[in-house]
C-alpha cells in the first residue's frame, strides 16, 4: 500500500498582510499531481489545514477543490483537525465530506463512534486511528481543573491522551494497515517556532511512549520541521507545506511518501514539493546594506532584512523596499544594553512570551515583574489561546 503523509497547510494564513493561500494552493496542486502519478491509494492530513478556525471562503474553497480532485482520481482521504482549525466546524461537514471520499473527524472520538476510519483501497485495507488535537481545557472535566494543581493537571492530561490512543489501537486488525494519525507534541521534536507557544510545550509535550507500538506508521502533524521521532514504530512529522514563516526560511517543503504493507513498518521517503515564494532572511549591517540588497533584488518570495546599527538610521524602511519591495519586515538591530545581556544569558535565545514579558518588564521599570502582575499575563495568554482553539 503507498500513502501520502501531509499536514499543517494553514490554508488562509497571512504573513505581514500578504496572503499565502496562492502559494499553499500551488503546492497542492503538485500534491495532487504527485499523488497521482506516484498511485497512492490514500491521502492522509494530520491537523491544520486552515490557519484560523473561521478561515475565509477562499480558503475552504482551495481545500474542497483539492478533495474533490482527489475523488475524481479515486483517492479517498482522512483528515482530522488541529489546534487552529475548529473541530466543531470539520465535524459539521463531515458527513458532507463523505460523499467526496473524505473522512473527516474534528474531535477525539471512541473507535466505534468514528475514532478509528477503515477503508478499502486497490492494495488492501487501511486501518486509522485518528486523534485530532485536544485542548486541555476541553479534554479535562471542569471540576478537575477547579480542584487539581498544575502538575496534577498536566498528568491526567497526559493520562487521558493516552488512554484514548490505546482504545483507539484495539481497533486496529491483523488484515489490514494499522496507522495513528495525530496532532500532537512529542518530547524531542524539532521545533519551526512557528507553531503556537502554547500548544507545544508545558502540558502539551507528549512522550512518544504513549504512542502504540501496534502501528505500522505514526502520521504526526503540529510541527512545522518534517523530521523522524525515534519510535518504536515508524514516526514522522510531515512538517509544514509552505515555510509559514521567517523561522523556516531557507527549509526544504513536502510530504511523506508511505510505502507499507500489514505487519511490517513502514518505509517513508520524504518527497519535495517546489516553493512558489521562498522566504529568505537577509543579516547585514550599514556598510554591507546596499550591496545585501542589490544581490537579492531578484529574489522570488518574501524577505526579512535584519540591519546592525549603532544608532537609528532615517528613511531606512524606504531605503530597503525601494530596492526590494518584496521585503516584509525590517528590523533594525543596536547593541544590546548591559540589561539586556544579563537577562538574556540568563534566560537564553529561546521564544517565550512569559520570559519576553519579563524581560519587557524589566527593561522599563527596573524591578522584576510582580508575581500577582505576572500571574495575569499568563492568564490572559491562555485565555487568548483558548479562544483560537
Not at 486501518?127 to 485530532?132: G, L, N
Not at 485542548?135 to 480542584?147: A, G, M, Q, V
Not at 519535495?272 to 542589490?294: F, G, I, R, S, Y
Not at 537609528?312 to 543596536?334: D, F, N, S
Request: hydrophobic share 35%; with cysteine.
Amino acid at each position: 500500500m503507498r500513502l501520502i503523509h501531509t499536514s499543517d497547510w494553514h490554508l488562509g494564513r497571512r504573513l505581514k498582510g500578504e496572503d499565502r493561500t496562492p502559494e499553499i494552493a500551488a503546492a497542492l496542486d503538485e500534491l495532487l499531481k504527485q499523488a497521482k502519478e506516484l498511485q497512492v491509494d490514500a491521502v492522509l492530513v494530520a491537523g491544520d489545514i486552515y490557519d484560523v478556525p473561521n478561515p475565509p471562503a477562499e480558503a475552504e474553497q482551495v481545500a474542497y477543490n483539492f478533495f474533490c480532485k482527489l475523488k475524481e482520481a479515486k483517492i479517498p482521504a482522512v483528515v482530522i483537525a488541529g489546534n487552529h482549525d475548529s473541530p466543531f466546524r470539520i465535524d459539521g461537514i463531515a458527513k458532507i465530506l463523505s460523499y467526496i471520499g473524505v473522512q473527516a473527524l474534528g474531535r477525539p472520538q471512541k473507535a466505534n463512534k468514528g475514532g478509528v476510519i477503515n477503508l478499502d483501497t486497490p492494495s488492501g485495507k487501511l486501518c486509522v486511528a485518528a486523534m485530532p488535537f485536544a485542548s486541555e481545557r476541553r479534554l479535562l472535566k471542569y471540576e478537575y481543573l477547579w480542584t487539581k494543581d498544575d502538575l496534577e493537571q498536566r498528568q491526567h492530561y497526559r493520562y487521558c491522551v493516552q488512554k484514548i490512543l490505546n482504545y483507539l489501537a484495539k481497533g486496529f486488525r491483523n488484515d489490514s494497515v494499522n496507522v495513528v494519525m495525530a496532532h500532537m507534541t512529542i518530547e524531542g521534536s524539532n521545533r519551526a517556532y512557528s507553531e503556537v507557544d502554547y500548544y507545544t510545550r508545558d502540558t502539551y509535550i507528549l512522550s512518544g511512549q504513549m504512542l502504540p507500538t501496534e502501528a505500522q506508521y505514526i502520521a504526526l502533524g503540529h510541527i512545522h520541521k518534517p523530521q523522524q521521532i525515534s519510535n518504536a514504530a515508524p514516526t514522522y512529522y510531515s512538517g509544514s507545506l509552505i515555510q509559514v514563516d521567517f523561522g523556516e526560511a531557507g527549509e526544504e517543503k513536502g510530504f511523506y511518501l508511505v510505502d507499507v504493507e500489514p505487519g511490517r513498518p513502514a518505509k517513508p521517503e520524504f518527497q519535495l514539493l517546489p516553493c512558489q515564494k521562498p522566504l529568505k532572511v537577509l543579516k547585514c549591517d550599514e556598510a554591507n546594506l546596499e550591496e545585501t540588497l542589490e544581490a537579492n533584488r531578484e529574489h522570488p518570495g518574501f524577505l526579512k532584512v535584519i540591519v546592525e546599527l549603532n544608532t537609528p538610521k532615517i528613511g531606512l524602511a524606504e531605503m530597503v523596499r525601494k530596492l526590494c519591495p518584496q521585503t516584509l519586515i525590517i528590523e533594525p538591530k543596536y547593541p544590546k544594553s548591559e540589561l539586556e545581556k544579563r537577562v538574556e544569558l540568563q534566560e537564553g535565545y529561546q521564544f517565550d512570551s512569559v520570559q519576553e514579558f519579563r524581560r519587557y518588564y524589566l527593561q522599563h521599570q527596573g524591578i522584576e515583574v510582580p508575581t500577582p502582575v505576572l500571574e495575569a499575563f499568563k492568564q490572559l495568554q491562555q485565555e487568548m489561546s483558548d479562544a483560537i482553539a
